[in-house]
């Protein structure tokens, strides 16, 4: 099942328990610390095991610690 839907992705809350988010080319518009913040978000609403999608010109320098690892090129996996 999949729902679409409009998402400020820094105003809005987020909801729990994603198998996968995909938010390709939209981080590399955001500032430096927008965009921790945002991991940080897509981390918390992703389940354990789940997966964040990037773009390919995207990448998370400290990406533990905003609670991920890296699984694949531009993917990323809750522990």
Known sequence: ???WRRHDLLRDTYERSFDIICCRNVVIYFTEAAKTELYK??????RPG???F???????????SVGLLPSGLTFYRRP
């Open 41 to 46: 978000r897509f981390c918390d609403s992703l």
């Open 50 to 52: 789940g997966l964040l």
């Open 1 to 3: 099942m999949i729902t």
């Open 54 to 64: 990037l773009g390919a010109t995207e990448s998370i320098p400290n990406v533990r």
